[in-house]
């Protein structure tokens, strides 16, 4: 169980072009999902957290209008690079929170990762 | 939140058990410990996490001194698809479920 999925699981677009990356929980309800970066040699980055049916709460320094989240339902979040630059290129990871009810712990399982590649 | 300290990297042989020092000595009491691994180019993967008690789970067992001040994660018979970097993070006991993840142990298995 706790299986979370990521598409696509590598993407090359160009430059000034907008990505969608989507996130799934497959086998359980997900009420909190995360987004992360990660650059090469780097560790994982807290982008955001985003609840089902509200706004993203994004953290110091990630531009809320160049990354977009929805999370439209409570197995599916997407996050969108939009305008894409060279410098946006990274590892993108997505976590997922299950409830605490049926014996849940709450805890997050992360998906497999998004490599972005910005030419 | 509590700051954690890891070693940057180990080796360990194949079959013997792996154990990774974390020291966490600013934890404060409703802040939990947890353990995840990144095997290279993949999400990362919990394993475990404990409050004070020691646990043990199928992956591994956490070990957590009486002061709270420092863990050791124990990979019970190491094999070489256990080489990855391992975190150890603090976690409070609040609402928002946030892992700040640091540099982690970079882990490798040899044969």
């Known amino acids: 169980g706790a299986v979370v999925s990521q598409h696509p699981s590598w993407v090359i677009c160009k430059s000034g072009t907008s990505v969608k990356i989507e996130c799934r929980s497959l086998?359980?309800?997900?009420?909190?999902m995360f987004w992360y970066r990660q650059f090469p040699k780097q560790s994982l980055m807290l982008m955001a957290t985003?609840?089902?049916?509200?706004?993203?709460?994004?953290e110091q320094g990630v531009e809320k209008d160049k990354f977009l989240i929805n999370h439209a339902s409570l197995t599916l979040s997407t996050l969108t690079v939009t305008s894409a630059h060279p410098e946006d290129s990274s590892f993108y990871i997505c976590?997922?929170?299950?409830?605490?009810?049926?014996?849940?712990?709450?805890?997050?399982?992360f998906g497999p990762g998004t490599r972005l590649t910005v030419t | 939140d509590a700051k954690t300290t890891q070693p940057p990297s180990m080796d360990c042989a194949e079959g013997r058990a792996a154990n990774l020092p974390c020291n966490h000595s600013?934890?404060?009491?409703?802040?939990?410990v947890y353990w995840y691994r990144q095997i290279h180019s993949q999400g990362p993967q919990y394993i475990i996490h404990?409050?004070?008690n020691n646990e043990t789970n199928e992956m591994a067992s956490l070990i957590i001194t009486e002061d709270r001040k420092s863990s050791t994660l124990i990979l019970p018979h190491a094999t070489l698809r256990d080489t990855a970097v391992y975190y150890c993070?603090?976690?409070?006991?609040?609402?928002?479920?946030?892992?700040?993840f640091g540099a982690g142990t970079t882990v490798t298995v040899r044969a």
């Open positions: 086998d359980f309800q997900a009420t909190t």
């Open positions: 600013t934890i404060s009491g409703n802040e939990y």
């Open positions: 976590s997922a929170r299950g409830g605490l009810a049926g014996g849940g712990r709450g805890e997050q399982y």
């Open positions: 993070i603090v976690r409070p006991r609040s609402n928002d479920y946030k892992l700040s």
């Open positions: 404990g409050l004070k």
């Open positions: 985003s609840n089902e049916g509200s706004k993203a709460t994004y």
